[in-house]
């Protein structure tokens, strides 16, 4: 049974951070390119940052410099760590796990950035 597990979101203050963890199972991780999305309410699912499963990387503009994607393939967790936190960071955060047609998701975590 394929699971994406997010964890991390929460509260945090402007100019705060928060490290976002996906635990995968019941797949084979390290195949996967694997990203994490954000959706605020009343907008669309946007891509945040990806990495490949060689370790390449890709940043939306907005968090580019903030934020910074990685993985542990011996762990079967891809992180998100996010500085520098604006209140337009507010949104639910999903990781997706992506091979050829293979597509999965979490089921996200709640970010609020509020002073």
């Known amino acids: 049974q394929v699971q994406l597990v997010e964890s991390g979101g929460g509260l945090v203050q402007p100019g705060g951070s928060l490290k976002l963890s996906c635990a995968a199972s019941?797949?084979?991780?390290?195949?996967?390119?694997m990203s994490w999305y954000c959706q605020a309410p009343g907008k669309e699912r946007e891509l945040v940052a990806a990495?490949?499963?060689?370790?390449?990387?890709n940043y939306a503009d907005s968090v580019k410099g903030r934020f910074t994607i990685s993985r542990d393939n011996a762990k079967n967790t891809v992180y998100l760590q996010m500085n520098s936190l604006k209140p337009e960071d507010t949104a639910v955060y999903y990781c997706k796990a992506q091979f050829l047609v293979s597509e999965y998701w979490g089921q996200g975590t709640q970010v609020t950035v509020s002073s």
């Open positions: 019941g797949f084979t991780f390290r195949r996967y390119a």
């Open positions: 990495i490949s499963s060689g370790g390449s990387t």
